[in-house]
């Protein structure tokens, strides 16, 4: 079975520009999460997506929005880009096992670099 | 709020030997999960291993074992005969039981292993 695709794996964007990342989660998952991972730090939680409607939102701006897709597919959009927005963006693909508890699966990551 | 602490920015082990790695957390949760993430120089995150809070029995996987105070609110992670390929920032992270997939990262401990 694949695993969590991420596209593109590194992108150079300048400071006000807009970005879209992409997530493919692993076959049968129908949610994801999107994780911001600055440099030297652990990643913090932007987004979680289930059957295409948003679970949860981390404390971040109005400027990243995301969305999934009817094949669970999801993309992460950032606009106004600021040179604090450099980062490693992961996105995890969730398995629901049950009694509460969902296990996710990291993809290798989008490094965006703002210049 | 919720938070994970690990005071340990590096370590280093040698090779065969065994390591400790820290964490604390902060919660006022009585249903939560607690996680060891590796984050190897490639980037992708894969699950060492976790704990059911409501478990008072330490986890096991192979050569990677818990130790979980839960009073203390303390989940130390211990590896033994500490191989080449454990070289890697290991995170701590947190969830609250129910929670779709919001995971609360420590800063992570870079681990070195030395032959």
């Known amino acids: 079975d694949a695993g969590v695709t991420q596209s593109p794996t590194h992108l150079i964007k300048t400071r006000g520009q807009h970005v879209t990342l992409r997530c493919s989660p692993i076959s049968g998952h129908k949610s994801v999460s999107w994780y911001q991972q600055v440099l030297g730090q652990g990643p913090q939680f932007i987004f979680q997506y289930y059957e295409k409607e948003e679970r949860g939102r981390g404390n971040f701006p109005d400027r990243f929005s995301a969305r999934q897709f009817p094949n669970y597919s999801s993309e992460l959009n950032v606009n106004a880009l600021l040179l604090g927005d450099s980062a490693l963006y992961l996105c995890a693909s969730i398995q629901q096992l049950g009694s509460g508890y969902n296990e996710q699966f990291f993809g290798p990551g989008t490094r965006l670099t703002v210049l | 709020a919720q938070t994970v602490t690990q005071s340990q920015p590096e370590m280093s082990v040698q090779e065969a030997e065994t390591v400790t790695l820290s964490c604390t957390y902060d919660?006022?949760?009585?249903?939560?999960?607690l996680f060891w993430y590796k984050q190897p120089p490639s980037r992708q995150m894969i699950l060492v291993i976790r704990q059911e809070a409501y478990k008072q029995q330490n986890a096991t996987e192979n050569r990677f074992s818990v130790n979980f105070q839960k009073a203390a609110k303390s989940f130390s992670l211990k590896i033994s005969d500490s191989q080449l390929g454990d070289a890697a920032m290991y995170f701590c992270a947190y969830s609250i039981g129910g929670s779709q997939g919001n995971l609360i990262f420590g800063k992570g401990t870079k681990l070195s292993v030395k032959p």
């Open positions: 919660t006022s949760e009585s249903d939560y999960y």
